[in-house]
């Protein structure tokens, strides 16, 4: 007897919109499961359904156990799925966009592709970061310098704020522990934001690895927005987590990053953001964004029906 779901995906326009969803979910120590479209997190305490097409990223920690089905609406449904351990969050996975359009995606390949616009992009995101500063005619050289004095800037800022000494990042590749508590915290904050930032990428269809600052890695386009929100968001976020206590720090700076992109509706910005980085002249979803229109290119870069033999046309 099959036990797959007898109810049909949803469609696009059936989907919640990634700047509506929950920023995250976290579960731990409990068995995940598929009912109807929703998802069910059983623990000694009892089960609780959660609607799949709500969340943005589900985070599972130590002790989850997760079946094929529930993978399977997810996928359906768009959601990020990421496996974290104690020490910190990696992204191992995500669903299909939740766009069906490629206009993004090929804005993102276009800007990319000529030398140019990848530097009037990466300007722009340096603006985003620092509104207050004119990056017009940077180099790429003068822009990772001025990045870099910012960041150091934030850092002193965030410690005389908030009475944490601080000696400098102190971030050993796999080695959480290592840290002490606010370069803990800081570690969390930023793999939980590279986690988000991967799930609204790949909800609206953009390629993680084309960067326009990053380079060279399967997720460098995630680093690029993931950072527009580190010296406003991240950062001051997990100085307060380790002001608070040096104990679970981790856990707890996710859980503040969590409210604070709630209240900060951070996930709608990021869509606004990516708009607006890929397609300066439109900065919002076309209406026809969540429709399934596949059409065919032409010599003049003009756009035919898709689905018919085009055996004799010859107007284009």
């Excluded at 960041?151 to 990042?169: E, F, L, N, S």
């Excluded at 890695?217 to 929100?229: G, N, P």
Aim: charged share 25%.
């Amino acid at each position: 007897m099959t036990t797959v779901s007898r109810k049909p995906a949803s469609s696009p326009r059936e989907l919640t919109r990634a700047a509506d969803r929950a920023s995250f979910i976290y579960l731990e120590r409990c068995t995940i499961h598929r009912d109807g479209n929703a998802i069910t997190a059983e623990d000694a305490e009892g089960t609780t359904h959660i609607p799949s097409a709500t969340i943005g990223t589900l985070l599972l920690g130590p002790g989850t156990r997760i079946t094929h089905q529930a993978m399977s609406v997810l996928g359906e449904t768009g959601a990020g799925v990421v496996w974290t351990g104690e020490h910190g969050v990696r992204y191992y996975a995500a669903g299909r966009a939740l766009s069906r359009s490629a206009a993004l995606a090929e804005a993102q390949a276009s800007r990319w592709a000529n030398r140019r616009t990848r530097l009037d992009t990466a300007r722009a995101m340096y603006q985003l970061r620092f509104p207050d500063e004119d990056p017009s005619g940077c180099t790429r050289q003068e822009l990772l310098g001025r990045e870099g004095r910012r960041v150091k800037d934030c850092y002193r800022a965030q410690a005389q704020r908030t009475g944490i000494p601080w000696h400098g990042r102190r971030y050993t590749p796999g080695d959480f522990a290592s840290g002490d508590p606010v370069n803990q915290a800081i570690t969390a904050a930023a793999q939980a934001t590279y986690g988000i930032a991967h799930a609204v990428t790949a909800a609206l269809g953009c390629s993680p690895a084309l960067g326009f600052v990053h380079s060279g890695h399967e997720l460098s386009f995630v680093l690029d927005i993931a950072d527009l929100y580190k010296t406003q968001v991240g950062i001051p976020v997990a100085f307060d987590a380790a002001a608070a206590s040096p104990e679970d720090v981790g856990a707890r700076t996710r859980r503040a990053l969590r409210d604070r992109i709630h209240e900060l509706r951070l996930l709608d910005r990021i869509v606004t953001d990516i708009h607006h980085l890929l397609l300066p002249d439109h900065t919002t979803p076309a209406a026809h964004d969540d429709t399934d229109e596949v059409t065919l290119q032409t010599d003049r870069d003009l756009h035919v029906t898709a689905g018919i033999n085009h055996d004799l046309e010859s107007s284009w």
